[in-house]
């Protein structure tokens, strides 16, 4: 009887539930024991799939940033690189700069009349030309130099006037520039250069009051 109720004598449902659990306990531990670890095999495996979800995450945003600064450090290399290349070729430049300076300053140094006034001419075109075309806008000392050389050129040439292979009027031409660019300079030698090229103005071409002005007046100004 305690295994086979009267279903006419017992209509509560918890008895129901008593006799189920003492006529089919086994089975019943056995689902129980199932039903959990179904529950746990879920559980654990959602949970591995949430830790290997959280560290492939982990791992795709440490391959960005490594993608990134492999990308910056490439970047950053090329761009060390051009500017290295930039700095070599304005290295080279100011080299071959500096040398076509320095050969002008040769070439003006060793610029040779040859008793010619021709050659002595165009010597002096050249000083001027290569001392105020802007090469040398970067050095005013060369520039300066080069362009006093002129003085150099224009007294080695005078030094060769003689009344014999002269005009009077040729020298006092040259006298003239020479005192200009003397006064120019601040140097007391211009005043003695004018007063050379009055004088042969004066003994020769008395007539040229223009000229003779323009040296009196230059002579006081310079003075």
Not at 64 to 91: F, I, Y
Not at 100 to 111: P, R, T
Not at 161 to 167: A, K
Not at 200 to 215: G, H, K, M, N
Request: charged share 25%.
């Amino acid at each position: 009887i305690s295994y086979r109720p009267f279903i006419w004598l017992d209509s509560s449902w918890i008895d129901h539930i008593r006799l189920f659990v003492r006529r089919y306990r086994f089975v019943l531990i056995l689902y129980l024991i199932t039903t959990v670890a179904i529950v746990t095999s879920v559980s654990v495996w959602k949970s591995s799939q949430s830790r290997i979800q959280l560290e492939l995450s982990r791992s795709e945003a440490s391959l960005r940033m490594q993608q990134a600064e492999a990308d910056t450090a490439l970047k950053l290399e090329k761009l060390n690189s051009q500017v290295a290349l930039e700095q070599d070729r304005v290295r080279q430049l100011s080299d071959r700069n500096l040398m076509a300076k320095n050969m002008l300053v040769a070439w003006s140094q060793a610029a040779d009349n040859k008793g010619d006034e021709v050659m002595a001419s165009a010597n002096l075109l050249f000083l001027y030309t290569i001392s105020t075309c802007g090469f040398l806008d970067d050095a005013p000392e060369m520039a300066d130099k080069i362009l006093n050389q002129r003085i150099n050129t224009a007294e080695e040439y005078l030094a060769t006037l003689t009344p014999e292979n002269s005009s009077p009027i040729q020298r006092a031409l040259w006298h003239e520039m020479l005192g200009v660019w003397y006064i120019d300079q601040g140097n007391l030698d211009g005043a003695d250069h004018l007063i050379k090229a009055s004088d042969l103005v004066t003994e020769y071409a008395p007539e040229d009051q223009i000229w003779r002005s323009r040296l009196e007046m230059i002579t006081d100004s310079g003075g």
